[in-house]
């Protein structure tokens, strides 16, 4: 049986020198020899840390004495439990949550939950915390999926955090003394540990407030423990305050967050300038605001030491980044998040960018081929690419099914390469506690949520200046500072609703609920009337927003702290809108100047507090700001050429423009997203949910069905008029067989469009073959060919003088009047293969702007190779073969080889047209450039390359 005394101070900062002190004076002495621990149990790190820092200026020795905060108590209490029920973390819930919902197939709401399972756990944890178990919702599939959820964690042995900290039956207490203080209304989500812990102590010392305001749950709180504990008594030096005086506050207003960091820094720098040991609070409605993150920033900035009590998010490792990338493979199963993987190897060096290439240019034609995203079908369809293979041999798909202890020894190797050994470790002693009390198998998704879960526990960080507990700034939420003892406190983010609670209303624990359930527990609206002492009292938003605001009117207005408030006229520096300010401000303001702030005074507020800090370093101006301005006015004047700042080189590239033949055919039909992707390459990762996969897996179908030869660059005499077409329809076999067999390894049946679209290409290529042999048979009666021709290791001349590119390209098909092309080579014909019905033969004006440059340039190279004359041209599917230009023609285009001579050398293309177009994909552009209008970039263009008018090309196409 515990022996309790219940004491009441005269406000929540003076608990250490009213009870605490006393306490620790009489125990302190001795406690390094009682039989059992002696310990002080505490709501939170701030309140721990304040103690620490009381007990240490008035020289009380701790030796002995324990100070414990909520987590760490219920973790020491259920450690002296008999029972054998270990308590699952928040991560594993979600997985019981999603075994659960599946043994609930015709339960929908399940199935909604497990898309956001945050709110219904949220929910749950507060029904938990207050002590209701089931039938608790008035949605019928909600009660369900909760008694489902409680069955799930009764079969596997385990409890929650909650349970846990209920009272339990101990053989011996826990503890020889405790001393409770710190805790009030904010805090009733700890009923049940606190009861825990005075029922685990031989003899407990509890301290609680005076009510701080005269809200309904303050009495609530006193009455619930009196009800428990019996009368309270006042303090031992329980002191009286006489009646606060108008309460006096500074104001400072800045235009955004990242200023009234600033300010929050300069304050508190002044006050410890002017002040003897000043104790300092910087005081926020929560932990989620980005202000306080800001502030820490501001104060690491200055060097100040201070102590953030909630820290921040800490920077997760690299692994973690790699992990989740995989992790996404696994579950969607699709191209795009395999891809996503590929980068982000790449990216953290797993993966060298050589091979990175390869294995995206095999995936990019296996998916061409396949036509679907579904990794299973691409996995089978490319066996036959080395590339391919090995990707997915190195990385496994997951089993669809299995357990716990399966799924974990199939992603072992991946995790030891890619966890961190510390979260490795846990999720290994996590694995062993639970599988086997999981006894059926889970399906790769719940696997790899709970994995996600698992893995991503970053924890909290500070910075160096941010970790000094004893420091006389602190950065502490409303609640964390009611149990300081400050000389200073600053209230920020006083705008918009930043001092609201930061979680909304639930859809299934509503108000409406929540007073309902209050009622059944005996808690009435004014205080607790008829409470049964078995369930803790549930707080409704609109509950915990007055909580919020009595503890800011209660640290402003009692503690005799000096005060400031602080706001902002913006939530951040890029916002166009006003944030209004904050009522607490508003009032605050009120109460100190007998008027409410107008614009105007708040422009003068704004414009004093600026003032304090010193000038910015960006209204100075800064060395090479002329020449940005200077640049951006060029890009936008359409009297001077493309330069070095706009789809240009500033210094040509060494060796020129590295392009193949193709490239600079696009080069002037596309320009700008030319140069983007082959100058600097610097387009945009490849995304396979934007590609056309259609047209081009026909493009590689008939390109390679209507090539009867190997690629080798060897000349043989043309087939057969029965022989060739033979050869495309086995070529085109083999490819349907081969999907066929990789959809069928998929669980899938070949779709009836792709069957559709390949018989299609098989008539492009049946049509295309015989348009070359009627003319080729007759015209070349010795005729020789040779596809696929790629052109030799070499540097085409493109005219005496001319600049010097580099021979890179493969030719569809030449065609020769000879017996030995090798040794005379004579005559030859070349001819382009192309799909797209929209594609016109090729012509002398389209050719001058660009259209055809790249056969052009393939008859130069023939021609510098010996062949002469060179015919070209263009064959499309159910036309008929005939010659369109001619090797003369092409030499003919000085303008148009002068400025490829000119672009090569200078490495400046320009750009022309809109850069957005309604119907067609033009290119990935910087935003920068988007604004530049079509008769801008036109005028650029023709002062860049003079007598290349576009317009030309689009009145030879009309």
């Avoid at 983010?493 to 624990?509: D, K, T, V």
């Avoid at 609206?525 to 369930?535: L, P, S, Y």
Wanted: net charge negative; with cysteine; hydrophobic share 45%.
């Amino acid at each position: 049986m515990t022996t309790v005394r219940h004491l009441t101070c005269s406000r929540p900062g003076a608990a250490w020198e009213e009870a605490a002190r006393p306490w620790f004076e009489l125990l302190g002495k001795t406690a390094w020899q009682a039989e059992r621990p002696v310990a002080a149990l505490v709501p939170d790190g701030v309140a721990a840390s304040v103690l620490k820092r009381q007990l240490a200026e008035a020289g009380v020795p701790l030796v002995g004495i324990d100070i414990f905060t909520p987590g760490r108590l219920r973790h020491r209490l259920t450690a002296s439990t008999e029972q054998d029920k270990p308590v699952a973390v928040r991560e594993e819930l979600i997985l019981f949550l999603r075994l659960a919902a599946r043994s609930l197939p015709d339960n929908v709401f399940a199935r909604a939950v497990l898309a956001d399972p945050q709110p219904f756990l949220r929910d749950f944890d507060a029904l938990d915390a207050a002590g209701w178990t089931d039938n608790v919702f008035r949605f019928e599939p909600a009660n369900e999926l909760l008694a489902a959820l409680r069955h799930q964690l009764d079969q596997a042995g385990m409890q929650t955090a909650n349970a846990a900290a209920r009272p339990q039956d101990r053989p011996e207490p826990v503890f020889s003394h405790l001393l409770v203080l710190g805790f009030g209304p904010g805090q009733m989500g700890h009923f049940f540990l606190l009861r825990s812990a005075l029922a685990a102590s031989e003899a407990a010392t509890v301290v609680f407030s005076q009510p701080i305001s005269d809200s309904p749950l303050d009495f609530a709180f006193t009455e619930v423990w009196e009800s428990i504990l019996g009368p309270t008594a006042p303090a031992p030096g329980m002191m009286e305050f006489p009646p606060a005086e108008g309460p006096e506050a500074d104001f400072l207003l800045a235009p955004d967050p990242c200023v009234e960091a600033q300010l929050i820094t300069d304050q508190a720098e002044r006050w410890l300038a002017d002040s003897d040991a000043p104790r300092i609070g910087i005081v926020f409605p929560h932990g989620g605001l980005s202000l306080l993150r800001e502030t820490a920033l501001a104060l690491e900035a200055a060097r100040l030491p201070h102590y953030d009590a909630g820290g921040h998010a800490a920077a997760r490792p690299a692994g973690f980044q790699l992990l989740e990338a995989w992790r996404a493979m696994q579950e969607s199963q699709r191209l795009p998040e395999a891809v996503d993987f590929i980068n982000a190897l790449r990216a953290h060096r797993e993966l060298a960018p050589e091979p990175a290439e390869k294995l995206l240019k095999a995936l990019r034609e296996t998916f061409s081929e396949a036509m679907t995203d579904d990794l299973a079908v691409l996995r089978a369809a490319g066996s036959h690419r080395p590339e391919a293979a090995d990707f997915f041999t190195q990385w496994p798909t997951l089993p669809a099914q299995a357990t716990l202890s399966g799924f974990t020894e199939a992603a072992r190797p991946v995790l030891e390469r890619f966890a961190w050994p510390e979260r490795l470790d846990f999720l290994t002693d996590r694995v062993a506690l639970l599988a086997p009390r999981i006894g059926e198998e889970l399906d790769r998704a719940a696997f790899l949520g709970w994995l996600a879960k698992m893995v991503d526990r970053p924890g909290r960080a500070r910075s160096e200046t941010g970790r000094h507990p004893l420091a006389r700034v602190a950065l502490v939420t409303v609640q964390e500072a009611l149990t300081g003892d400050w000389t200073h406190l600053i209230f920020a983010g006083l705008n918009g609703r930043q001092w609201e609670p930061p979680i909304s209303a639930s859809g299934l624990l509503d108000e409406s609920l929540i007073r309902h359930l209050n009622e059944r527990a005996g808690y009435s609206v004014e205080g607790a009337a008829d409470f049964d002492g078995e369930h803790g009292r549930l707080l409704a938003p609109a509950e915990q927003a007055a909580l919020l605001e009595s503890a800011f009117w209660h640290l402003f207005s009692q503690t005799g702290a000096v005060i400031a408030c602080t706001a902002s006229r913006r939530e951040n520096p890029a916002a166009t809108r006003a944030s209004p300010l904050n009522d607490l401000f508003l009032k605050a303001w009120h109460l100190t100047h007998g008027d409410l702030p107008d614009e105007a005074a708040c422009d003068r507020l704004e414009a004093a507090s600026r003032a304090r800090l010193p000038a910015p370093e960006t209204d100075r101006d800064f060395d090479g700001r002329a020449g940005f301005i200077g640049v951006h006015q060029n890009r936008r004047n359409a009297a001077l050429p493309f330069d070095g700042y706009f789809f240009g080189f500033d210094v040509p590239p060494p060796g020129g423009l590295d392009f193949s033949f193709s490239q600079w055919e696009e080069a002037f039909k596309n320009p700008g997203y030319t140069w983007i992707k082959q100058a600097i390459r610097a387009d945009i990762a490849w995304q396979p949910e934007a590609e056309r996969s259609l047209a081009q897996a026909v493009g590689l179908w008939v390109h390679d069905w209507v090539s009867p030869l190997a690629n080798d660059g060897h000349w043989l005499p043309l087939p057969e008029r029965t022989l060739w077409p033979k050869i495309a329809r086995d070529k085109a076999a083999r490819v349907e067989n081969r999907l066929a067999a990789a959809y069928e390894a998929a669980g899938r049946r070949l779709p009836d469009w792709w069957s559709e679209s390949h018989a299609g290409a098989l008539l492009m290529a049946e049509s295309l073959i015989g348009a070359v042999l009627d003319t080729a048979l007759d015209a070349l009666p010795r005729g020789q060919m040779a596809s696929e021709f790629t052109l030799p290791e070499g540097e085409l001349e493109l005219y005496p003088g001319g600049a010097r590119l580099r021979m890179r390209g493969r030719i569809d098909l030449i065609l020769h009047d000879g017996a030995d092309p090798d040794n005379t080579p004579g005559p030859a014909w070349l001819v382009d293969f192309k799909t797209s019905a929209s594609r016109k033969p090729l012509t002398t004006k389209r050719f001058a702007e660009g259209d055809g440059l790249q056969l052009g340039l393939y008859a130069l190279a023939l021609r510098q190779l010996g062949f002469s004359p060179v015919t070209l041209s263009l064959l499309m599917p159910g036309g008929a073969l005939k010659a369109q230009l001619t090797d003369t023609d092409v030499r003919e285009q000085t303008a148009l080889l002068g400025a490829v001579s000119a672009i090569h050398t200078t490495g400046t293309l320009g750009h022309w047209g809109a850069f957005r177009d309604r119907f067609t994909f033009s290119g990935h552009y910087p935003l920068a450039t988007l604004v530049i209008g079509p008769a801008t970039l036109k005028g650029k263009w023709l002062l860049t390359h003079p007598g290349l008018d576009p317009d030309n090309n689009e009145e030879a196409d009309a």
